[in-house]
């Protein structure tokens, strides 16, 4: 991967049997915290995205774009990466899933 190159990261949530997911608080409240939290360490955007229609199991997507997988593991692994994840518990008790993603052509 070249070094000047935008790294993506996804973190989906999906249905389970019996789950709940506040939209309005993840928006409101836990977007912004994430970019508050991640922003000195290297992350450049985050957005939220619902899916087109409810018929699949995807409840909710946030791409998030950082300078680099440092950046990342750096977000993750720092004090205010534990508030991040700890706010999880605030809109869903959905496990959170992560995918870095990159270019292919």
């Known amino acids: ?3 000047n190159e935008v790294v993506t990261l996804y ?3 999906e249905k389970t049997s ?3 997911f506040d939209k ?3 928006v409101d409240e ?3 915290l994430v970019l508050k939290s991640f922003k ?3 992350l450049l955007s985050a957005q939220a995205f619902l ?3 409810e018929s699949g199991n995807t409840v909710m997507i946030c791409e998030c774009l950082f300078e680099s997988n440092q950046s990342i593991e750096d977000s993750f692994a720092s004090k205010e990466g534990e508030l991040v994840m700890d706010d999880v518990k605030n809109f869903t008790d959905v496990e959170p ?3 870095i993603l990159k270019k292919i052509n």
Do not use: D, S, W
């Open 1 to 3: 991967m070249n070094n």
């Open 11 to 13: 973190v989906t949530y």
């Open 18 to 20: 019996h789950y709940f």
């Open 24 to 26: 309005k608080y993840y």
């Open 30 to 32: 836990h977007i912004p």
């Open 40 to 42: 000195p360490y290297g």
């Open 51 to 53: 899916p087109a229609n």
């Open 97 to 99: 899933q992560r995918f």
